[in-house]
């Protein structure tokens, strides 16, 4: 129900937008976020965005760097990533929350995208 695109291949200091869309159901009052998995670890916390986009939260190792933005009409979350790093290559997964706040725990999501794969080159 949840469909993540706008991966690529990009050269370290470049720019990627993803997007997350909706279908068969509105996620507009719940909270989501984005997580990543790089080969042979684990599932990472990225950003969250509360219901309606007033409280937003970031690891720490993409503070600054990265934006997560939501838009209710369109049932679209997105990821806005600048200055990117050869340590951000993962596969980036959007993620529905339980409830209407952010978090940082993928415990608390229960609808999952199935990941856009993002490679960033030195």
């Known amino acids: 129900q949840l469909q993540a695109s706008g991966g690529g291949l990009v050269q370290a200091g470049g720019s990627l937008r993803l997007s997350c869309a909706a279908s068969?159901?509105?996620?507009?009052?719940?909270?989501m976020g984005w997580f990543r998995q790089a080969p042979g670890k684990e599932r990472q916390f990225v950003a969250t965005i509360a219901w309606n986009g007033g409280r937003r939260y970031y690891a720490d190792s993409v503070m600054g760097r990265f934006t997560i933005s939501r838009d209710k009409a369109l049932n679209r979350v997105y990821l806005q990533m600048n200055s990117l790093r050869p340590e951000d290559t993962a596969v980036y997964y959007c993620a529905a929350a339980r409830g209407a706040t952010t978090s940082t725990a993928a415990k608390e999501y229960n609808y999952w995208g199935q990941g856009t794969q993002v490679t960033v080159s030195s």
């Open positions: 068969a159901r509105t996620f507009g009052n719940n909270g």
